[in-house]
Nanobody
Framework: QAQLVESGGGLVQPGGSLRLSCAAS????????MGWFRQAPGKEREFVAA????????FYADSAKGRFTISRDNAKTTVYLQMNSLKPEDTAVYYC?????????????????WGQGTQVTVSS
């Protein structure tokens, strides 16, 4: 049974940093692209970042470029999202996802498995 478990969320001041982790199990992690999405209250879920199965390619939403970095450790079956220079508008529940679809990785339909999410709150 596939499982994705996010961790690392919390409360941080504007300008601060957080590192999210997503531990995967129950499926061949190294064969799956991984993505991070987020959903703020009252808003639709939106793409944040993605990484190909071999970590050759990474993709970022415009809002994440230059501030967030996605990485993966296939040996640990874990994907990370390093978030720097956080802003209040980054406040959301962050979800990791795994997929093998041919759809663009910014499309939520590209993903087969989803975690339960971790809350990130950026506030002074």
């Amino acid at each position: 049974q596939a499982q994705l478990v996010e961790s690392g969320g919390g409360l941080v001041q504007p300008g601060g940093s957080l590192r999210l982790s997503c531990a995967a199990s129950g499926f061949p992690f190294s064969s799956y692209a991984m993505g991070w999405f987020r959903q703020a209250p009252g808003k639709e879920r939106e793409f944040v970042a993605a990484i190909s199965w071999g970590a050759i390619n990474t993709f970022y939403a415009d809002s994440a470029k230059g501030r967030f970095t996605i990485s993966r450790d296939n040996a640990k079956t874990t994907v990370y999202l390093q978030m720097n220079s956080l802003k209040p508008e980054d406040t959301a529940v962050y979800y990791c996802a795994a997929g093998r679809s041919m759809r663009p990785l910014g499309d939520s339909r590209a993903y087969d498995y989803w975690g339960q999410g971790t809350q990130v709150t950026v506030s002074s």
